[in-house]
């Protein structure tokens, strides 16, 4: 199928470049701003880094397409030069160093030269070097150890630390500009390089062994705050604190403050923090001001029944953004507690909104049902991602709502054909988001693991429901699946499907559901604990709660909403559990696994196909081989994305099966 009118392929989709971070100047008279693309040949994602000129309304390359570039785009104070990190390759191995560009030569150059490569950086105030982060040098230690007797870890013992360092700004261009440019049979050290092996970088915690999550500079250059915990898990996250350096001092500040979550904001006179307290994943966060003065905390008052995200503090308040169901809006909290509405329009999604240090100016993303996602300076769109668009026959996608059983009333997408035909019922696909806190939203191809727009065009429609414990619908309905996962988000599934019949739009007898992540763990659930579907994928899904918290790297996560361990409360852990059901299990279902997934262990995979294997109901499983919790490669997803295709095709229209044993394109 070509030329005007046709729908996208599924390469097509995954080919789409996309606008992602980006930043304004002091003035708001630049933007950087990245650009991620596929490059099929090497199989992986490029970025670029471009300039935006909101005075001459030009656009200019500054990073091409390369593996290399890693992104964190950031000016300095002073709007001279831009900040962002490569990976640059030594021997064997790559490491992530700092690179400046200066804007008006646009000229780059490498500042960082460390030796395991740089984490985090941000500026300092006065634009003169970096505050940076690095893995600790310590887990040499390890390294050695490894060589010697093979690898090996002490579990929670063996903790990666952060090290803080100064990196001079001055001091690092000139060794790019001069020894590091020779070849290195001629690069001499210094006694000071000897000395000191961070140099050129000064390293700040000699003493503090944690890991550094999050780094924010004050705007008088004295202090840095820092949210740190034990390690970088996500189990130590729940252990998070926040420490205050003082850089002329050299003095370290360790705060409690109870409830503690992190997102950290100087105000504009250094004399406040902004953060956030939240007592649990499953409630609303709130914002408080901490005194650096006189160390009291207070609690900022909002009527936003949702959880809320401080993006900045600038002179005129706090910005700020929350979801409301499938929009986003931002805010201006000014210092009398007054909101000032940035943009809220409903069905327009905004995203990385961010001011010039005036406040006269501002950037955001945004995408609505028409668009892809677009950069805007000024509420003035100024990239034109959304031109593929033209000519292409996409899905109608429309929010409907039904009641559920248990009186909640359940929102989502239903993606129809173009010509959708009211006299005529559809086979229907149910596409079930992760998180659970996650969202489905109307806009084009906005699902990069399954393929609705392909999906459409084979002749099914689509519901995407956000269950219970989506967010943007408040905490009451997100904390409504608490002690019963599973149940009560199978019961909005199958209620939405109902409506969807009892409404005309579709043939009962041709239902199918897939869902990665939380949305697998409601897929397995729907495999084991009902007969209503023709076919069933899980993705990356859960089968048993109680392998799952004895293996996973969140085990926080059944606590928060189960409301105990397995060992404490069997009961619910098998109330809730897909593997609890398995003996009326009766639906072909193919079962899609990363090898080397943290979040939710392979274990959970080789469980529920085992039983389905053992009850020979011929279950399929792809395990696709040292992927983590999701696919971060064009093929994997599109093997992803075809499998499923024709799997459904094959169970719900009766298409041959052979297309879903993927084979070497000729």
């Given at each position: 199928m070509?030329?005007?009118?046709?729908?996208?392929?599924?390469?097509?989709?995954i080919?789409?470049?996309?606008?992602?971070?980006?930043?304004i100047?002091?003035?708001?008279?630049?933007?950087?701003?990245?650009?991620?693309?596929?490059?099929w040949?090497?199989?992986?994602?490029?970025?670029?880094?471009w300039?935006?000129?909101?005075?001459?309304?030009?656009h200019?390359?500054?990073?091409?397409k390369?593996?290399a570039?890693?992104?964190?785009?950031k000016?300095s104070?002073?709007?001279?030069?831009?900040?962002?990190?490569l990976?640059?390759k030594?021997k064997k191995?790559?490491?992530?160093?700092l690179?400046?560009?200066e804007?008006?030569?646009?000229?780059n150059?490498?500042?960082s030269?460390?030796?395991?490569g740089?984490?985090k950086?941000?500026?300092?105030?006065?634009?003169?070097?970096?505050?940076?982060?690095?893995?600790?040098?310590?887990?040499k230690?390890?390294?050695?150890?490894?060589?010697?007797?093979?690898?090996f870890t002490?579990i929670?013992?063996d903790?990666?630390?952060?090290?803080l360092?100064?990196?001079?700004?001055?001091?690092g261009?000139?060794?790019?500009k001069?020894?590091?440019?020779?070849?290195?049979?001629?690069?001499k050290?210094?006694?000071?390089?000897?000395d000191?092996?961070f140099y050129?970088a000064?390293?700040?915690?000699?003493?503090?062994?944690?890991?550094?999550?999050?780094m924010?500079?004050?705007?008088?250059?004295k202090?840095?705050?820092?949210?740190t915990?034990?390690?970088?898990?996500m189990e130590?996250?729940?252990?998070?604190?926040?420490?205050?350096y003082?850089i002329?001092?050299k003095?370290w500040?360790s705060?409690?403050?109870?409830?503690?979550?992190?997102?950290?904001?100087f105000?504009?006179?250094?004399?406040?923090?902004?953060?956030?307290?939240?007592?649990?994943?499953?409630k609303?966060?709130?914002?408080?001001?901490?005194d650096l003065k006189?160390?009291?905390?207070?609690?900022?008052?909002?009527?936003?029944?949702?959880v809320?995200?401080?993006t900045?503090?600038?002179?005129?308040?706090?910005?700020?953004?929350?979801?409301?169901?499938?929009?986003?809006k931002?805010?201006?909290?000014?210092?009398?507690?007054?909101?000032?509405?940035?943009?809220e329009?409903?069905?327009?999604y905004?995203?990385?909104?961010?001011?010039?240090?005036?406040g006269?100016?501002f950037?955001?993303?945004?995408?609505?049902?028409k668009?892809l996602?677009e950069?805007?300076?000024?509420?003035?769109?100024?990239?034109?991602?959304?031109?593929?668009?033209?000519?292409?026959?996409?899905?109608?996608?429309?929010?409907?709502q039904?009641?559920?059983k248990?009186?909640?009333?359940i929102?989502g997408?239903?993606s129809?054909?173009k010509?959708?035909?009211?006299e005529?019922?559809?086979p229907?696909?149910v596409i079930?988001?992760?998180?659970?806190?996650?969202?489905?939203?109307p806009?084009?191809?906005?699902?990069?693991l399954?393929?609705?727009?392909t999906f459409v065009?084979?002749?099914f429609?689509?519901?995407?429901?956000?269950?219970?414990?989506s967010?943007?619908y408040?905490e009451?309905?997100?904390?409504?699946?608490?002690k019963?996962?599973?149940?009560?988000?199978?019961?909005?599934?199958?209620?939405?499907v109902?409506?969807?019949?009892?409404?005309?739009?579709?043939?009962?007898?041709q239902?199918?559901?897939?869902?990665w992540?939380?949305g697998?763990?409601?897929?397995?659930?729907?495999?084991t604990?009902?007969?209503?579907f023709k076919?069933?994928?899980?993705g990356?899904?859960?089968?048993?709660?109680e392998?799952?918290y004895?293996?996973?790297d969140i085990p926080?996560?059944?606590k928060?909403?189960?409301?105990?361990?397995?060992?404490?409360?069997?009961a619910?852990?098998e109330?809730?559990s897909?593997?609890?059901?398995?003996?009326?299990?009766?639906?072909p279902?193919?079962i899609?696994?990363?090898?080397?997934?943290q979040?939710?262990?392979?274990?959970?995979?080789?469980?529920?196909?085992r039983?389905?294997?053992?009850?020979?109901?011929?279950?399929?499983?792809?395990?696709y081989?040292?992927?983590?919790h999701g696919?971060?490669?064009?093929g994997?997803?599109r093997?992803?994305?075809?499998?499923n295709?024709?799997w459904?095709?094959h169970?719900?229209?009766g298409?041959?099966?052979?297309?879903y044993?993927?084979?070497k394109e000729?």
């Amino acid at each position: 199928m070509k030329g005007k009118g046709r729908n996208f392929s599924i390469e097509e989709m995954i080919s789409l470049s996309s606008i992602s971070e980006s930043a304004i100047n002091y003035d708001g008279s630049k933007v950087v701003y990245e650009v991620t693309s596929t490059d099929w040949h090497e199989n992986q994602f490029v970025k670029e880094l471009w300039l935006y000129d909101t005075k001459d309304k030009r656009h200019f390359l500054l990073v091409g397409k390369s593996e290399a570039y890693v992104g964190s785009p950031k000016w300095s104070p002073d709007g001279k030069r831009i900040a962002f990190i490569l990976n640059v390759k030594d021997k064997k191995e790559a490491h992530h160093q700092l690179f400046i560009c200066e804007v008006e030569s646009r000229e780059n150059y490498q500042v960082s030269h460390h030796e395991k490569g740089l984490e985090k950086y941000v500026w300092s105030s006065d634009s003169k070097g970096f505050y940076c982060t690095a893995k600790s040098l310590d887990s040499k230690i390890k390294e050695d150890r490894d060589l010697q007797y093979g690898k090996f870890t002490y579990i929670d013992e063996d903790r990666v630390n952060s090290n803080l360092f100064y990196l001079d700004l001055e001091l690092g261009l000139s060794i790019s500009k001069s020894r590091y440019q020779l070849p290195k049979d001629l690069v001499k050290k210094s006694k000071k390089d000897k000395d000191n092996k961070f140099y050129p970088a000064v390293l700040l915690n000699k003493e503090q062994k944690f890991y550094i999550h999050q780094m924010t500079i004050s705007p008088d250059n004295k202090k840095l705050a820092l949210v740190t915990a034990p390690s970088p898990t996500m189990e130590d996250y729940d252990d998070i604190g926040l420490y205050l350096y003082e850089i002329e001092s050299k003095n370290w500040e360790s705060i409690t403050i109870d409830d503690f979550a992190g997102n950290v904001h100087f105000s504009p006179d250094s004399s406040q923090l902004c953060m956030s307290i939240q007592d649990s994943w499953l409630k609303n966060n709130q914002l408080a001001l901490y005194d650096l003065k006189n160390g009291k905390l207070r609690k900022v008052p909002l009527s936003i029944d949702e959880v809320v995200y401080v993006t900045q503090w600038i002179d005129k308040g706090i910005i700020f953004s929350h979801l409301d169901k499938t929009s986003s809006k931002y805010y201006l909290l000014d210092e009398h507690f007054e909101l000032k509405v940035i943009l809220e329009e409903n069905g327009v999604y905004y995203h990385n909104v961010h001011f010039s240090h005036n406040g006269e100016n501002f950037i955001h993303l945004e995408r609505n049902e028409k668009t892809l996602l677009e950069l805007y300076v000024n509420k003035n769109r100024v990239s034109n991602q959304s031109l593929v668009l033209k000519g292409r026959e996409l899905p109608e996608k429309k929010m409907i709502q039904w009641m559920n059983k248990d009186g909640y009333e359940i929102e989502g997408v239903l993606s129809l054909p173009k010509d959708y035909d009211e006299e005529k019922r559809y086979p229907l696909l149910v596409i079930i988001h992760g998180g659970p806190t996650g969202i489905s939203f109307p806009f084009p191809l906005g699902n990069r693991l399954y393929p609705i727009e392909t999906f459409v065009e084979k002749g099914f429609i689509i519901l995407e429901p956000n269950y219970r414990g989506s967010a943007g619908y408040g905490e009451k309905f997100r904390s409504s699946n608490y002690k019963n996962l599973g149940v009560g988000d199978y019961e909005d599934v199958i209620s939405g499907v109902d409506y969807l019949i009892n409404q005309g739009y579709a043939n009962k007898d041709q239902v199918g559901v897939m869902g990665w992540s939380q949305g697998g763990y409601i897929s397995a659930y729907c495999t084991t604990f009902s007969d209503r579907f023709k076919a069933i994928s899980v993705g990356a899904g859960i089968s048993n709660w109680e392998t799952y918290y004895f293996n996973t790297d969140i085990p926080k996560f059944t606590k928060e909403y189960l409301g105990d361990v397995p060992f404490r409360d069997k009961a619910i852990y098998e109330k809730t559990s897909p593997m609890t059901h398995i003996n009326k299990a009766k639906t072909p279902t193919l079962i899609q696994h990363g090898s080397a997934d943290q979040r939710v262990p392979v274990a959970n995979a080789h469980e529920l196909y085992r039983a389905l294997k053992e009850l020979k109901l011929e279950p399929k499983m792809v395990i696709y081989e040292n992927m983590d919790h999701g696919p971060s490669t064009p093929g994997l997803i599109r093997a992803i994305n075809r499998q499923n295709l024709n799997w459904f095709c094959h169970h719900l229209l009766g298409e041959p099966l052979e297309a879903y044993y993927l084979k070497k394109e000729k």
